[in-house]
Every structure is written in structure tokens, then in C-alpha cells.
């Protein structure tokens, strides 16, 4: 059974994730030495099944996902997000390789339904490939996806997961490839929309320090 895709989060309940295993790898393309840079997720990933609807936010009642457009997962991950020069809102180094992420944009799309624009740059100096595996998703059947980025709704003491079709396959960047020195690719995520009165969230990307108060249009 899947867990749902908000979850309560605070010092007296909720459901915090326990740990699981996850691992970035860089790769040096000349030699072939791969140096292996393991990291504890801190978070679980919980999906939800859109056939029954995204649940709200605040009081649970189901809404209704459909009517919100979303790029095709297994296709090409730049295309899939607009062709305008993007608008970098914040960047971070991620804390175990030469990768850069940069947040480009968190919007609503319909009334349930929250996607986050993102890119990852891979800034490193010498001949080295960013491969992704479970670096970024969680669980095992989730490997090159990004399925372990989440949002944190700090004053309301929320969690909000990447949501999921009914195959369980998640609906965000998918089959991701190995990242080149010096390449940069645009990826997408949704999540069940926060209640109207949250103007900004944590967007908490694995490897990355959290991303404090990006907006919300």
C-alpha cells in the first residue's frame, strides 16, 4: 500500500522518514575510476494513485489532479520545460560532487497540483560524468529519477512527495543519463499544491542543502 503524498511532520507526530540508502557517482570517462560519494537519504518517498485524486493539503478532502498539464516523463528532459532562457531563483553546490542545482521556478498548475522547474550543472574541472542511479530517488524501482525531492511547508508542519501514477511510476524527471562535464539539464517534478495561503516553501532536493522559502506563482 502507498503511503500518501502529504504527510504531517512536527515534534509531537507525523511520519519522518527513516533512512535509506542513496549514492551519487563520478565518474572519470579517461581512466575509468569511479569515485563513489555514499550518502544517507534523510527522507522516504510517498506517492499517491491519481485515479482517486490528490489529497488537500490541509483538510483531506480529494481534488481533482486532471485538469493539471504535465511533461512527458520519459522523454527529453530540457524539452520538456519551456525554450525561453530560464530565471535562476536559487543555486546550490550539491555537498558530494561537482554538481550545481539551480531552482528555476515552482508554480501551480490547476488547482491541486504543484511542479517544481529545476537543473542540475555538472561543474566539474576535469573529465568527469555525473551518473545518477539512486543518488536522487529513494527507492530501488525509482533509480535516474528524481522521485526523492520533496517540499516542506515549514509553518504548517508539512511534507509534500512527488505524486505518482497508478503503475507507481512517479511523475516527475525520469531515465536520467549521464551528466557530462560542463552539461546542464532542465528537470520537472509535481506535488500535491499546499493550501492558497502558502506564498513560499523548502524545496529539499537529496544531496543538496535544503532550499529555503522558494516562491510559490
Keep these: 500500500m502507498m503511503s500518501p503524498a502529504v504527510s504531517d511532520w512536527g515534534p509531537h507526530g507525523g511520519s519522518e522518514a527513516g533512512p535509506t540508502g542513496g549514492r551519487l557517482v563520478v565518474a572519470e570517462g ?14 522516504v518517498l510517498s506517492g499517491v494513485l491519481l485515479l482517486v485524486g490528490v489529497g488537500g493539503c490541509r ?14 516523463a520519459t522523454g527529453s528532459m530540457s ?57 536522487f530517488a529513494p527507492e530501488a524501482g525509482d533509480a535516474d529519477s528524481v522521485a ?6 515549514v509553518p504548517r508542519q ?7 501514477e497508478t503503475s507507481g ?19 520537472w517534478a509535481t506535488f500535491p499544491a499546499p493550501s492558497q495561503e502558502a506564498e513560499a516553501i523548502m524545496v529539499v532536493i537529496p544531496t543538496v542543502r535544503p532550499f529555503e522559502a522558494i516562491p510559490i506563482t
Design 169 to 187: 511510476q512517479p511523475l516527475c524527471s525520469r531515465d536520467l543519463v549521464p551528466l557530462a562535464p560542463g552539461d546542464r539539464v532542465e528537470l
Design 59 to 72: 483538510d483531506g478532502e480529494p481534488g481533482d489532479p486532471g485538469s493539471a498539464e504535465v511533461p512527458d
Design 79 to 135: 524539452t520538456a520545460l519551456s525554450a525561453s532562457a530560464p530565471t535562476v531563483v536559487a543555486e546550490h553546490q550539491a555537498e558530494d560532487a561537482q554538481l550545481r542545482v539551480q531552482i528555476l521556478e515552482l508554480e501551480r498548475v490547476g488547482a491541486n497540483v504543484l511542479r517544481l522547474h529545476f537543473a542540475f550543472v555538472n561543474d566539474s574541472p576535469a573529465n568527469e560524468v555525473v551518473e545518477f542511479g539512486a543518488a
Design 30 to 43: 579517461s581512466s575509468g575510476v569511479v569515485r563513489h560519494h555514499a550518502r544517507r537519504a534523510r527522507w
Design 158 to 164: 508539512k511534507k509534500y512527495f512527488v505524486l505518482r
Design 148 to 153: 526523492g525531492v520533496h517540499l516542506v511547508d
